[in-house]
């Protein structure tokens, strides 16, 4: 067995490794680049050693500063982990003339897989099931080979994945501009236009098969079924496939397992089959789809199923082990499902976020594989997923009921998520009976994708907290020769909302956009709120965020609160780095304390900057559409003449 491996990957799939080698006793050397210098990975590895600045080009991708840092470290393996250099055969012969281990498959099987159209033409060779198309080189008559295939047809690059190259077409009339845009597309992301074009199977499941080989025999673990996806990047995953039965399965795997050994597979790898979902599954009703020649994102679920380590496994056989198992030693337990939590904002169209993460948990019922902890920092380079949250149950509805209450309780602030997604996705209807396809989501987009609707309780707990009030210390706020009434403001869908808290008989009223909310303080349980106990939340002083509902209330700056309870001054300033979007005062106009001066834009969110003090503005120095820093002053105010 090795002594040392080195992780040529980052984020979660790296602390992934590397909890398996160290519980095999393995050291493990993390890479880096620039950004990632304190990255999670190279926090939990035993060395680490920077390889070049951003973007991935630069350092993810060097072969040669990924291998010498190996060399240097006296590391004798490097394992890939999922993208960047996975399937790539040219960095596996790298490795290999460096007189070190590629955890993984042969250069050979990656470029037997590579290309859809090679890897379709050999599959059909070795008897596995092939979708009805036109997988040919010549590339000048595909409008003919549509028509002979029969509409639907999806055209996809040869070399694509992700989605990239992909259209679909249905009416022969807008077959050529479809055909020009997924080349062009193709040839953008890949650097190769050639497409393939095959039927397209009008209620489609994506269901794929986890096989494992040692280079001449192999053996699959089971089917996924990942047919929940959007824009064809999966988001949930489930092990087994729902309505799966022992024939299908049966001659799925065999299907599977030929392939594997058809190009002398080493290593874990996924065979992917386009399924009929159009009725109850049938043995020819699937058809190959495309092999990859890596360990997959979603591999936990069938880890959870089957009790098996897969990196172990790659570990074990690229030392020279056989197999681990054979085919009848492996059975089925129970029911997962995986979840991808990402930071994005589902409302703008899943656009990637980015930010700091000031608060991140996840409960013990779940398997959370994640590649950040609280403090770290969601960057712009790379892929936004937060986690993968994984549950297991006796049985699917078991798996969900886990996974449902997970969700709920898995907290997550300093960036926006797609969690509030995920929590409706998992209760849909159709999706908890198993009525699955690859077009659930887009039907129900709408639904799906809702804003969490906030309750009077949830703007009183919310206003307290911006108060700075978060644990009443059992006697309420205080106010000398003031009148016993607070005010906070929020910033909500561009809207300024005013909440007021006053102290009637020695209680508190919050009055809310929804009305009002009596609230006590109970020794013992703390704030109730018309009786009920608080929600979780959390405040990092610019954001609240409501995790019951997956949401977050933008708090105008210190300035700006402070500016409710009097103090004077002459400068408003940007109180963090970021956009002037709107200027709403110009020299010589007078303002009352609490007018609105300058709009902001950082993070994603709006922030009104007012008025200290009542006064005159002597000095505009902010610019709408000007990128300011913390600090910069943004109005200067002067005693009226």
């Known amino acids: 067995m090795f002594d040392k491996i080195l992780i040529a990957n980052r984020g979660e799939i790296a602390c992934r490794i590397i909890r398996t080698a160290r519980r095999m006793g393995i050291a493990t050397v993390a890479v880096y680049f620039d950004a990632d210098r304190n990255a999670l990975h190279v926090r939990e590895a035993d060395e680490c050693v920077h390889i070049g600045p951003a973007p991935a080009t630069d350092s993810y991708l060097r ?24 399937e790539n055969p040219d960095f596996v012969e790298a490795v290999e003339a460096a007189g070190l281990v590629f955890i993984g498959p042969s250069s050979d099987a990656i470029r037997a897989m590579g ?25 000048d008559d595909l409008a003919q080979e549509a028509a ?50 095959e039927k397209y199977i009008t209620s489609p499941c994506h269901i794929e098969m986890q096989v494992f080989g040692d280079g001449t025999r192999a053996v699959h673990l089971f089917e996924r079924d990942c047919s929940l996806q959007r824009r064809h990047q999966k988001v949930i995953e489930e092990a087994p496939a729902p309505g799966m039965t022992a024939e299908v399965r049966a001659a799925m795997g065999a299907a599977a397992v030929r392939a ?18 159009s009725g109850p599954l049938r043995t020819d009703g699937f058809w190959f789809m495309e092999m990859n020649t890596r360990l997959q994102v979603e591999h936990p679920v069938t880890e959870a199923i089957t009790g098996v ?46 930010g700091r993460l000031t608060h991140l948990a996840f409960p013990p019922i779940l398997r959370a594989d994640s590649g950040v902890a609280a403090g770290d920092e969601i960057s712009t380079w790379y892929d936004p997923m937060i986690a993968k949250v994984i549950a297991h149950g006796h049985d699917r509805a078991a798996a969900l009921a886990t996974l449902q209450q997970g969700l709920q309780e898995t907290q997550v602030a300093g960036t926006v998520t797609n969690l509030g997604f995920l929590r409706r996705l998992i209760a849909d209807p159709d999706f908890a009976a198993g009525r699955i396809d690859t077009g659930l989501i887009g039907r129900k987009i709408t639904p799906l994708t809702a804003p969490a609707t906030m309750t009077a309780a949830h703007w009183a707990q919310a206003t307290l907290l911006a108060l700075g009030w978060p644990d009443g210390s059992g006697s309420g706020p205080f106010a000398l020769w003031s009148p016993l009434r607070w005010t906070a403001h929020f910033l909500t869908d561009g809207a300024e909302v005013a909440c007021h808290v006053t102290a009637p008989d020695g209680g508190l ?24 106990l608080a929600r979780p939340m959390h405040f990092d002083g610019k954001v609240i965020t409501l995790f019951d509902l997956a949401q977050t209330l933008s708090v105008p700056d210190p300035l700006d609160r402070r500016s409710d309870q009097g103090p004077a001054g002459d400068t408003v300033s940007a109180p963090m780095p970021g956009l002037v979007r709107d200027v709403l005062v110009v020299e010589g106009q007078e303002v ?50």
Do not use: C
């Open 115 to 139: 290309l859809k159209d090679a890897a379709k033409a050999l599959m059909e060779q070795a008897g596995v099931p092939v979708v009805p198309g036109y997988h040919g080189a010549a590339q």
């Open 309 to 354: 380590d897969l990196v172990e496994w790659q570990l074990l056989v690229a030392a020279g082990h056989p197999l681990p198992a054979a085919q009848s030693d492996l059975t089925v337990t129970g029911h997962a499902v995986e979840a991808r939590l990402y930071a994005e904002d589902v409302p703008a169209g899943f656009l990637p976020a980015t």
């Open 63 to 86: 072969f040669d500063a990924i291998i010498g840092a190996a060399l240097k470290t006296g590391a004798q393996a490097i394992h890939p982990g999922y993208g960047f250099l996975s």
């Open 592 to 641: 009352a304390m609490g007018d609105r001066l300058v709009v902001m834009e950082a993070m994603k969110m709006e922030h009104t900057l007012r008025a200290p003090r009542a006064g005159t503005v002597a000095k505009v120095a902010a610019i709408a559409g000007s990128q300011v820093a913390s600090g910069a002053v943004l109005v200067t105010l002067e005693d009226p003449s």
């Open 509 to 532: 009223l919050v009055e809310t956009p929804l009305g009002p909310v009596a609230v006590h303080w109970q020794h013992g349980s703390g704030w109730r709120f018309d009786g009920a």
């Open 148 to 197: 002979r295939i029969g509409y639907p047809v999806l055209i996809k690059a040869v070399a694509g994945g992700g989605g990239k190259g992909m259209r679909l077409v249905e009416d022969p009339a807008d077959f050529e501009q479809a055909l020009a845009s997924a080349q062009a597309e193709a040839r953008a992301a890949f650097g190769n236009a050639a497409v393939l074009v």
């Open 260 to 277: 594997a050994e058809a190009i002398g597979y080493r290593g874990a790898g996924t065979v992917e089959f386009i399924v009929d979902g």
